[in-house]
């Protein structure tokens, strides 16, 4: 109950303008409260009528009356804030700012749940009832709720627009059909849209079909990433065993000659040493007998000197001093060169196994490749399957150009048709370029009539005013064009030409994979007979063009239906 009682404050001290709990209250003639800065800006709005109404009971006011605050309901308002009254939660059955109001709701609106295209109103479901009821609503068409119903009106004729100008390619109504655009290629809205809609379908399909081959592309190529990763890992792995093994042992050579080494140089150090002290010893006793002797030669004592001479003049052996043999110190020097030798060699083999490991990682295909391109197709049939639905598009057609059959045949006329001006459209060659952009798989045909035309695919940037090389389909490096000639075929790149031979036919089949930079015209009666065939890449994507080159009325080109 306690509940209740919240909610039904919260609905009764809110303000109906911006929903929100009252703030400065005031009270208008009739009853009814606002928030002062609401009814303010609302009244503000319909100074020009010099007439106020209450935005709830739509009861009017003159002159505009003097808002004074309710002090009382202030008070009140306050007091249930301090109680839990906070601002009013948006009803989900009236409309909000980003809501369709429905047209018929008087004072607080509820939310549109559909929109008439006939009446051009938006309905709640209690306004909505007469067009289920009613027998003439019944008709009508009801769509979801939309804010642009006035977009579907003439603004010329103030009629709904339920006729389509495929000449112009804009939507119209009947009045428009016998009027501006009388002679026109028309069709009702119904129709444009099934023909669309069966484009929709294929373009749906064609998109379904390419998600698929992606994402078979991308788990194959999940999975040679992950080929790749652990093919990497393995190899990473091997090569720091391989190479651990390779110090480990290098560092067992270096230790056994560096114990080597020293082995040897304590042994020859030892010998050396105890040579020193023998013949330190010697030259210690023979200094004592030198100075005996010396003393013994300056004595005054024959006597004396004969006794003693004998024995002070009798020398010991020497020690080894005759084998004693200085040498350059060669012993350790050769072991450098032996240890820079092997150094030299390993070098020479690290170097010579590092060439051919590098070389065998350049051989080994570690990076994504692209994948191999699909086999053209060689029958007709199987071109087919990669069918375009294409149509020219008017706003580039030149003026002396007449489209029909659904803009699919261009014919060349002496009278300028009444296109309006436009920045896609060809001002001096007479050339008109497709309305859909073409990637991926594509093949088309064209059937010819007179002197001859040139078929094309060109980049949407290529020039529509200036000289023939700007403009020309095949007089630039922005398209490739066929010239298709009564009794020959020549194709041009920009500006070179190339003689085409091939049997004549006056219907032209054109392939292109864009992806695989490859475009390619073919002869088409009961065979397929390639003319000419251009590798190249694609950085735009194409559209296909007609360039009808002869001033002879009547020269035709027509995109051939599918079949």
């Known amino acids: 109950m306690a509940q209740r009682e919240v909610q039904l404050d919260r609905e009764t001290f809110s303000c109906s303008i911006c929903l929100d709990p009252l703030k400065d209250p005031v009270t208008v003639p009739c009853g009814h409260s606002y928030c002062m800065s609401c009814i303010k800006t609302h009244w503000d709005t319909e ?9 709830q009971c739509r009861k009017s006011f003159t002159p505009r009356p003097v808002l004074e605050k309710n002090t009382m309901l202030a008070a009140l308002v306050e007091e249930l804030k301090k109680t839990g009254l906070q601002a009013a939660p948006a009803d989900p059955c009236y409309a909000g700012p980003e809501d369709v109001a429905c047209d018929f709701c008087t004072g607080r609106k509820l939310k549109a749940c559909k929109s008439c295209l ?29 804010k642009t119903l006035q977009e579907k009106v003439c603004s ?3 009629e709904v627009m339920k006729m389509f100008c495929r000449t112009d390619q804009q939507s119209i109504c009947y009045l428009c059909s016998v009027d501006q655009h009388k002679g026109h290629d028309t069709v009702s809205a119904a129709a444009e849209r099934t023909e669309r809609q069966r484009e929709l379908e294929g373009s749906r399909a064609n998109i379904q079909q390419r998600i698929q081959d992606r994402e078979k592309d991308v788990e194959l190529l999940q999975q040679e990433l992950e080929a790749i990763n652990g093919s990497a890992d393995k190899a990473v792995e091997h090569s720091e065993k391989m190479f651990t093994e390779l ?5 067992k050579r270096r230790s056994d000659v560096k114990q080597q080494l020293r082995s040897q140089q304590q042994t020859e150090v030892s010998g050396v040493k105890e040579l020193q002290e023998k013949l330190e010893q010697e030259i210690t006793e023979l200094k004592r007998k030198d100075a005996e002797l010396h003393k013994l030669s300056h004595t005054q004592d024959h006597v004396h000197f004969l006794h003693h001479y004998p024995s002070l003049s009798a020398l010991s052996p020497s020690t080894h001093s005759s084998s ?11 072991v450098t060169k032996a240890v820079s030798q092997v150094r030299e060699k390993l070098q020479d083999v690290l170097t010579e196994g590092w060439t051919n490991i590098s070389h065998t990682l350049t051989e080994v295909d570690i990076l994504l490749s692209q994948p191999e391109p699909e086999p053209e197709p060689k029958t007709r049939a199987e071109f087919l399957k990669y069918s375009c639905d294409i149509t020219l598009d008017p706003n580039t057609a030149n003026s002396h150009l007449l489209l029909s059959e659904g803009n699919r045949k261009a014919t060349l006329t002496t009278e300028e048709q009444p296109y309006p001006s436009h920045l896609k459209r060809f001002i001096q060659w007479w050339q008109v370029l497709s309305r859909e952009s073409l990637t991926g798989r594509c093949y088309w045909e064209v059937e010819w009539r007179g002197p001859g035309v040139r078929l094309a695919v060109a980049y949407n940037n290529i020039c529509r005013e200036g000289s023939r090389e700007k403009c020309g389909f095949g007089q630039n490096d922005i398209s490739w064009a066929l010239d298709c000639l009564n009794n020959s075929f020549t194709f041009w790149h920009n500006n070179v030409s190339t ?16 992806g695989a930079g490859i475009l390619s015209f073919y002869s088409v009666s009961e065979t397929m007979t390639l003319l000419h065939r251009v590798q190249t890449t694609f950085t735009q994507p194409l559209y296909a063009g007609l360039w009808l080159r002869y001033s002879s009325a009547g020269v035709t080109a027509e995109l051939c239906k599918p079949k």
């Open 499 to 514: 003689p085409v031979s091939g049997p004549q036919s006056s219907r032209v089949g054109v392939y292109l994979d864009h």
């Open 247 to 251: 110090i480990r042992l290098m560092e």
């Open 156 to 158: 010329r004729h103030d």
């Open 324 to 334: 004693i043999k200085t040498r350059p110190l060669t012993y350790f020097e050769d």
């Open 47 to 55: 100074d020009d009528k010099r007439v106020y109404s209450c935005p």
């Open 118 to 146: 006939q009446c051009l109103a938006s309905y709640c479901d209690k306004h909505l009832q007469p067009h289920y009821e009613v027998t003439s609503f019944k008709k009508h068409a009801l769509v979801e709720p939309s």
